[in-house]
DNA sequence: GTGAAAGCGCTAACAT
DNA sequence: ATGTTAGCGCTTTCAC
């Protein structure tokens, strides 16, 4: 293992002092020697010199790098995320570092206190937990925190920046879409309602129902039992809630699910229990959440709502990457709610009101 | 924004010089004065105090970190690993950096010269090309290197650590089991053949056809169009295949798919084309590969060859973790290879040899 | 236009 | 048993 290829290597090959190295290198090149400016360009090729980045944050105390804190990359909704999140990173020459909470704040609050320590001074956080008081401490140091998946709350530090799809625009047309389907008992399948965005998705299907003079119903909204932290197998959960809800003395003809996860394990469940989905007159319909890649793919094709996940991840690194250093305290909050988007495909379907001439289904 | 505390302002807290703090920091307190140990202790609580990353890796040259490339953790493959590969990582103080290569050689060049710079030294990287060549330099500039999802090659260099499932057993197990099924035409998709993984499987594939006595068909193989870098959409790379395969004169009763995500989207395709899966006349069997966590809820099941992801990502980070900064180049090349593990589901079924006695789906 | 010098926060060899 | 010292590789005044 050789040794690396430092600034003073480059500035001794071009017979210049490091400092005019450094110059060109961070374009201060102005009034440069263009004869100067080409003899150091060569050493540099020539020796294949790399600026160390960790010599350069040490100086600067700017990291060229942010963290990504998710609930779990397994789940294919933050793995696409962390991957758009990355992509845009890359082309501002940034790098990400990925860590996984498991809706954890401890976790959270660990992760991100060592990414603090190693020099990183801006997170964007996708967990949307109703309090973000475990990391008020280091945002009153100077953090730089964006929230993905959670609407900006009154009482949040003005510097706290969000970025969310509608939520309750959300839940909102998932649950019309399946009233207009002329569905009047409609279930409701989450985890704990421990986070900003179920709340208000489970607000967007309350409101659609009133709306609808549909009566809410408490025994149709399922949302997990205890705690409940744990992205890591909402799929699972998926299934629990809709066993649960199957075992109603009158279940629902219609699921209204939190993401896309669960609908798929809440299908699973449905049809071990030899239910269509959907069914006319013995199934179901369901609708997911997010749209994530697979949805499409699921038999049957999953409705569900999408959220533009490349915006977002957009405008996340912009917020990120907004008053890099400066000092502007009292500014506007900076925050994005974005417009959500029904997409029907077929797991949802009009609800029978006639009985069946005749169901052989009856007979199996 | 307050500035931050450094071990001179422990040290001066605690009334000792910043190496005595030092010192009992990296664990050579062994003859330190318990009363100086209580003072040091008490200063860091009082003070808050947390060492910088930065500049102890700037002075020793270890980075508490290493890099981590995938093709995209859009797949749920590569983001179940991602997250295997963090929790263990965690568990030992790592971070860890994503990356998602596209399968493209020149970003996964770009990528870990960028993590490098960072003074990474070890990196995992999860594309199995067939050339490591454009990793070279910097290996051999001291890079730790561990290949997943690659088997060890001859010609590889002997400071290469490989991690890999079996995968020519894993293709053999695949296609054994539709054998066992009656199946006597099975297709297989995939895209390039451009890595060492998918040249296995398929070498397994052709093996269990030749002990089985069943002649390779050319034709029955689908490998994609083009070079094919991106595991950006596997599932539609399944759905092309799956299509190549129907158009044929006489279609496959029985596929295999060169992972979970082609097989989804090649049971999407088929469904389309108004075939079950599986069906004993008028449809097929398919079965993946990898064990995503979605392959059991989908619809029907799927049959897969499960890799043991877990002790897959424990022994990378084993072997990056190996010979930390030691000059032990003539060792043993690391290297392991896991058994696979055909987990059967709904989605294969028994090839039916007789004519069915009347065919009602003809009539639509 | 270019260079000298100081220092970011830490560690480790060497003194005491 | 603790302190002194000299950097790691870079940036950034401030001189010339």
């Not at 915006?311 to 890099?324: G, L, Q, S, Y």
Request: aromatic content about 6%; some cysteine; proline content about 6%.
């Amino acid at each position: 293992m050789k040794r690396e290829v430092t600034i003073r290597d480059v500035a001794q090959a071009a017979r210049v002092s490091p400092s005019t190295v450094s110059n060109l290198l961070n374009g201060r090149d102005g009034r440069m020697r263009p004869r100067t400016k080409a003899r150091i360009t060569r050493a540099i090729d020539e020796l294949g010199y790399r600026p160390s980045r960790v010599a350069r944050q040490l100086r600067t105390g700017q990291a060229q790098a942010f963290g990504l804190v998710v609930p779990s990359v397994a789940n294919p909704f933050w793995g696409s995320f962390a991957r758009a999140v990355e992509s845009v990173a890359m082309r501002h020459g940034d790098q990400v570092l990925l860590c996984n909470s498991e809706r954890d704040p401890e976790r959270e609050r660990a992760y991100v206190d060592e990414l603090w320590a190693g020099g990183i001074r801006a997170v964007i956080i996708g967990t949307s937990l109703l309090s973000l008081d475990h990391l008020r401490p280091l945002m009153e140091r100077g953090l730089r925190l964006v929230a993905f998946d959670r609407e900006r709350q009154p009482a949040d530090p003005p510097n706290l920046a969000s970025v969310s799809v509608d939520n309750l625009l959300g839940g909102q047309l998932a649950t019309e879409h399946l009233l207009a389907f002329g569905h009047r008992r409609i279930g409701f399948i989450s985890g704990a309602i421990a986070t900003v965005s179920r709340q208000r998705r489970l607000a967007g299907y309350r409101a659609a129902l009133e709306r609808a003079g549909v009566p809410f119903r408490d025994e149709l909204v399922w949302a997990g039992e205890g705690n409940g932290y744990g992205d890591i197998d909402s799929a699972e959960l998926g299934r629990q809630g809709m066993a649960a809800l199957l075992d109603l003395p009158e279940p629902p003809s219609a699921v209204v699910t939190i993401n896309d996860m669960y609908a798929i394990g809440a299908c699973a469940t449905a049809r071990a229990a030899g239910l269509a989905i959907p069914g006319e007159h013995h199934g179901l319909s369901v609708v997911g959440f997010d749209d994530i890649v697979l949805a499409p793919l699921f038999n049957p094709p999953l409705t569900t709502v999408r959220q533009p996940l490349d915006d977002m991840a957009r405008f996340a690194i912009e917020a990120i990457r907004r008053d890099t250093g400066d000092e502007n305290e009292d500014e506007q909050p900076i925050s994005a709610v974005m417009p959500p988007q029904l997409v029907a495909r077929a797991s949802t379907a009009a609800f029978a009101t006639t009985l069946p001439a005749n169901d052989h289904r009856s007979a199996h």
